[in-house]
């Protein structure tokens, strides 16, 4: 075998998967927008400039993600999983008062969206699509089954309704607070943390205390 021969096929062997090449490209595009949305905004993204900042043609991005808000979508995505994975390892499961409970998962949101400032520009400041719009809502349906058997569990709520589905209203203030603080701020204060937390739980207190609808 030539030394040609010898080099081909050892390139060959060595050469790595389709597949993980291209997970590493779309990490790289993926890391690259979270940039690039955090400095610039979702307006100023664009899939050229990703190309350019990732090092990944073109041509590799579009049968991923055949536009930015594709892209966006996708992004959204991944981080609506890992707040809500942060949400159940908060210890939010172990508390005793409906009180800790919400004050540990407004505080879980917080420190995630501050932390993850694209999670913001994405989940905060508002959604792109039909799509996106149901996710958001998926999202906030399960933080709110969350909520709902935790009152339950807790014997504060025993008999939260679900028409209006007074669980997930709940955590619709608690977001819409927290939106609130980042448009204002660009980041979510002490002030509006806890703001959110009393909005949620006055909400609460009313159904705590069992009364009707006037």
Not at 54 to 62: G, N, T
Not at 93 to 104: C, G, N, S, Y
Not at 162 to 186: H, M, N, R
Request: hydrophobic letters at 45%; charged letters at 25%; one cysteine or more.
């Amino acid at each position: 075998m030539s030394d040609f021969d010898s080099s081909a096929a050892k390139e060959k062997h060595t050469r790595r998967p389709v597949q993980e090449r291209s997970l590493e490209r779309m990490t790289r595009v993926i890391e690259a927008a979270e940039r690039m949305l955090e400095e610039l905004g979702p307006e100023k993204t664009s899939i050229p400039a990703l190309a350019e900042i990732s090092a990944v043609p073109r041509a590799s991005i579009y049968p991923f993600f055949p536009d930015k808000y594709a892209l966006f979508a996708h992004i959204a995505q991944i981080h609506m999983q890992r707040l809500s994975e942060a949400i159940v390892n908060s210890g939010a499961a172990r508390t005793r008062t409906l009180h800790t409970w919400v004050r540990i998962v407004i505080d879980t949101c917080v420190d995630y969206y501050n932390a993850h400032p694209a999670a913001s520009v994405l989940l905060l400041n508002g959604s792109f699509s039909d799509a996106d719009r149901a996710a958001h809502a998926t999202k906030n349906t399960s933080i709110g089954r969350l909520l709902r058997d935790a009152a339950a569990r807790l014997g504060e709520i025993p008999a939260m309704p679900e028409s209006p589905d007074v669980a997930t209203i709940a955590v619709e203030i608690g977001f819409a607070c927290l939106k609130f603080g980042y448009v204002q701020e660009g980041r979510i204060d002490t002030a509006v943390r806890n703001e959110a937390f009393r909005a949620v739980m006055a909400y609460l207190d009313f159904w705590r205390e069992d009364r009707e609808l006037i």
